[in-house]
């Protein structure tokens, strides 16, 4: 081969390569777009669908929309009533049904002791002093739908169980009531013989109101 020759197939050598290297680089420069293209609307898809929602997330959300639970009620909402039909005497004391009746056009609960003293009036002063609690019957919520009646038991002690000079006995005719939980009072018209004195602790008391029960109360004890 002639050194002319020679020199031509280096020359076309040399070209062939320069344009290998032109073509690769030719497609790599053409696939990077679609290659970038693809990756932002895999980005884009991933940000924009909606996250399902969890089943804590439910729950909290079933939790908020279910029925609220009835509201105490107030005083505005009852009206009370003392049951002073026959059969309710035992062992020098008579048991009274104090009934509470849902006025309202709501749903509403009771629970607990109502607060109970004789007065000489609704505008009057307190007779003596304020009904003890007889634990003998345990707390419990009372649901009343309106125009439904509960009850608590209310002992008055005959005062002529006790010395005069202890008792100072007096007739009353009025209750100042507080439904539980409430601090407006309801009067009702009730009339009674009963202790105008402080007793001592050891006579115990001559006026005791049990926690409230669902229902009408009947005259009698225990009920």
Known sequence: MTPSAHAARRASAAAGLLCTAAL??????????????ASATGSTAQSSAPAAPSSAASASSASS???AAAAACASSSLSAT?????GGAAAGSTYYPLNFTNTSSSPCTLFGYPGVSFVTGPAGSQIGDPASRNPAVTA???TLAPGAVAHATLQVVDALNY???DCAPVTAHWLRVFPPGQFTALYVKFSALTCSAKLPAKLGSPLTVDAVKGGDGKPGQGL
């Open 65 to 67: 929309t279910g029925s």
């Open 163 to 165: 010395s005069k000079s």
């Open 140 to 142: 419990a919520t009372v």
């Open 24 to 37: 690769a680089a030719a497609c790599g420069s053409s696939s990077s777009p679609a290659t970038s293209q």
């Open 82 to 86: 003392v049951n002073t039909s026959p």
